[in-house]
């Protein structure tokens, strides 16, 4: 890693949401780094040494300072994206979940047989999620070793946080035969050779890329394989993620074949604790959800791919309060946006709806779920603070000993849409604005552990 792309000290405007629900803003204060990427000390101006860190920094060569209308905030954690479907994305949105897997999305995912096309689409996912100022990734990979490996060593050379998974698949009827592990022993062969693979890296030394274990749901995998998979990430101590209970036929499927819930089978399996995600969960019923606040698993909540997959809206709130570890996902291809700042607004929107309903031929008092609303605060908190707590890693905001990623918004972008009255708006109205309005141009500079990783020629 280029000791020159490191920050060692950051003096500016500092916005971020430490604890859901709440945004904590620092004017002027300055950010120390250290060589791990981890922050060392957060200082606002007025404390003790406050002067003398700053001038410190200042003549330490790797040192910012935000310029007027420049603001920084947490990276986000994307914590559920598909990385082969990316050429899909904005494509095929008009069919039911298992129509789309089995005419679009299996026949694309199929082609990463070829390293080469896997290379040139990976490249330009982690390049564009990166410049979109998602600092940690959690992929989904297909079932192929080389595609798999080549995703991994992509992120480790642009240096973004990530987690990789092996997609494991193995069901005959499900699964088409150009698209299926051959076994399920050869899945958790393969899925155990990926982690070793991440592991051993050079230069990951810091575990910048991780392993996740990826049965991609119930209905594509054997019991064998959803067994041997939940033995494995014990055994590994590895994280694991799944899709879980998303749409009604994917959830009534699984009732079918296995007499219980998505989230009962899998804690049957062994796939569900502290290091477990699960995307969506739209129709976890309530001993679901006590069951995943009791071990500690997270949710990843997709709400645009919700609006057209999942047949419902995911009570959001309502799992907040319960004690859920929540964040945000944005299910790329079948949430056709790269930005978590569209997950965010996506989020917030969908709480709205939940609460007034929808059908306006429904009486106003039944027509919605009362307390169902979230505002910008709570959805600045999951993209960021709250993937951190649902992974389980230190990351999402600023404190000590969490790392430094972190990126810049400037309101002074030539192409933003951002509006900003200097004599009207308080800086909590400028956060506001940034969550509801902010787009990839307003994101001049993005950094991981400390390391420069996007950065706009004139930022
Ligand atoms: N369930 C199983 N596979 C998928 C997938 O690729 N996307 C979504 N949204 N749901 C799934
Ligand atoms: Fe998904």
Not at 68 to 97: E, M, N, R
Not at 330 to 339: E, H, K, L, N
Not at 353 to 378: M, N
Request: charged residues 20%; glycine residues 8%.
């Amino acid at each position: 890693m280029l000791e020159g792309n490191r920050v060692r000290a950051v003096h500016g405007t500092l916005m971020h949401a430490p604890v859901a629900g709440d945004v904590e803003i620092l004017e002027d204060a300055l950010i120390e780094i250290g060589s791990d990427g981890d922050i060392c000390d957060v200082t606002v101006p007025g404390a003790a040494g406050f002067a003398e860190k700053l001038s410190t920094a200042r003549s330490s060569g790797s040192f910012v300072s935000l310029k007027p209308g420049q603001f920084l905030l947490p990276g986000f954690v994307d914590l559920h994206i598909h990385a082969p479907q990316w050429p899909q994305l904005g494509k095929a949105l008009h069919l039911p979940l298992n129509e789309w897997l089995a005419k679009h999305t299996f026949p694309l995912e199929a082609r990463y047989a070829d390293v080469q096309f896997a290379r040139t689409v990976y490249r330009s996912l982690v390049e564009t999620l990166l410049a979109n100022g998602t600092t940690t990734a959690v992929y989904f990979g297909t079932i192929h070793a080389g595609a798999n490996r080549v995703l991994a060593d992509l992120c480790l050379a642009f240096g973004q946080r990530a987690f990789v998974g092996k997609v494991a698949m193995d069901d005959r009827d499900q699964c088409p035969d150009d698209y299926r592990d051959p076994s399920p022993q050869a899945a958790i062969e393969d899925t155990d050779a990926l982690i070793s693979y991440i592991r051993d890296l050079p230069d990951n030394g810091s575990g910048l890329v991780k392993p996740i274990v990826t049965p991609r749901f119930i209905p594509s995998c054997s019991d064998p394989l959803l067994e041997g998979l939940g033995a494995l990430a014990q055994s590994m101590e590895c994280h694991i993620q799944t899709h879980c209970s998303e749409s009604d036929w994917e959830h009534n499927y699984v009732l079918d074949r296995l007499g219980r819930t998505d989230t009962r089978a899998l804690q049957d399996f062994g796939l569900l604790g502290r290091r477990t995600i699960l995307a969506h969960s739209n129709f976890i019923t309530d001993d679901d959800s006590d069951r995943i606040v009791a071990a500690g698993t997270g949710v990843a909540h997709c709400p645009l791919s919700n609006f057209y997959f999942a047949n419902s809206v995911f009570p959001l709130r309502a799992m907040l309060d319960k004690g859920v570890h929540l964040g945000l996902g944005t299910d790329i291809a079948a949430g056709p946006s790269a930005s978590m700042f569209d997950s965010c607004r996506h989020a917030i929107a969908a709480s709205r709806a939940l609460e007034d309903g929808v059908d306006s031929s429904q009486p106003a008092e039944t027509r919605g779920r009362p307390k169902s609303r979230i505002d910008f605060r709570h959805a600045f908190w999951l993209a960021t603070a709250g993937g951190g707590v649902a992974l389980d890693i230190p990351v999402g905001k600023f404190a000590k000993n969490y790392q430094f990623d972190a990126m810049v918004i400037d309101l002074n972008a030539d192409a933003s849409n951002v509006i900003w009255w200097q004599d009207a708006d308080s800086l909590g109205d400028v956060l506001q604005k940034i969550v509801y309005g902010a787009t990839r141009a307003n994101i001049s500079q993005v950094w991981v552990g400390g390391r420069s990783v996007a950065e706009k020629p004139c930022g």
